[in-house]
T-cell receptor
Framework: QQQVKQSPQSLIVQKGGISIINCAYE??????FPWYQQFPGKGPALLIA?????SEKKEGRFTISFNKSAKQFSLHIMDSQPGDSATYFC???????????FGTGTSLTVIP | NAGVMQNPRHLVRRRGQEARLRCSPM?????VYWYRQLPEEGLKFMVY????????ESGMPKERFSAEFPKEGPSILRIQQVVRGDSAAYFC???????????FGQGTRLTVV
């Protein structure tokens, strides 16, 4: 059973556009939600993370929007650049912190 | 500060051999997670360890796989009698405590021939 559901599977965006990736979860005990970026042949790199006590967090061109009542959170990449082309994973963890449950990933391609 | 260090980066083993993967966490981190990733797939949890303790091994196959994180030295993921299906990228991540920022290494790509 997939604890965190991620969509879309792939995304193509024009340079300068906004990339939006969505995730949904069921377990209300999740209380930490990170996003990771992974380039081919590399390890996942932590991008940005949020806890449920805030509805939005922004770091540079990356923003997480969090909707606790809907049990959904999303990553917005503003002014998308070709260098943003990578696979993005959302994740969630419980307050026990035993593991991170990952979404299935979104392959983002930003075309010039 | 050095990041999470994994070695080797690439490992080739024949069926039936043992694979030993090493992970040195970031300085000050005492929590280690191991994940497996198949091509074009997501990250599957295997095991969560703190120094000298296995906290959660619910994702680890019951046979042939083991992990440790000794008081001194790196965390080790050990796969005995490897089979073709063990071919994957194995990543470890470390954090200062659970349920907080976790940083991944570059992974070990295991190929079983």
């Amino acid at each position: 059973q997939q604890q965190v559901k991620q969509s879309p599977q792939s995304l193509i965006v024009q340079k300068g556009g906004i990339s939006i990736i969505n995730c949904a979860y069921e377990n209300t005990a999740f209380d930490y939600f990170p996003w990771y970026q992974q380039f081919p042949g590399k390890g996942p790199a932590l991008l940005i993370a949020i806890r449920p006590d805030v509805s939005e967090k922004k770091e540079g061109r990356f923003t997480i929007s969090f909707n606790k009542s809907a049990k959904q959170f999303s990553l917005h990449i503003m002014d998308s650049q070709p260098g943003d082309s990578a696979t993005y994973f959302c994740a969630a963890s419980l307050n026990t912190g035993n593991q991170f449950y990952f979404g299935t990933g979104t392959s983002l391609t930003v075309i010039p | 500060n050095a990041g999470v260090m994994q070695n080797p980066r690439h490992l080739v083993r024949r069926r039936g051999q043992e694979a030993r993967l090493r992970c040195s966490p970031m300085k000050g981190h005492s929590h280690v997670y191991w994940y497996r990733q198949l091509p074009e797939e997501g990250l599957k949890f295997m095991v969560y360890l703190q120094k000298e303790n296995i906290i959660d091994e619910s994702g680890m196959p019951k046979e042939r796989f083991s992990a440790e994180f000794p008081k001194e030295g790196p965390s080790i993921l050990r796969i005995q009698q490897v089979v073709r299906g063990d071919s994957a990228a194995y990543f470890c991540a470390s954090s200062r405590q659970g349920n907080t920022e976790a940083f991944f290494g570059q992974g070990t790509r295991l190929t079983v021939v």
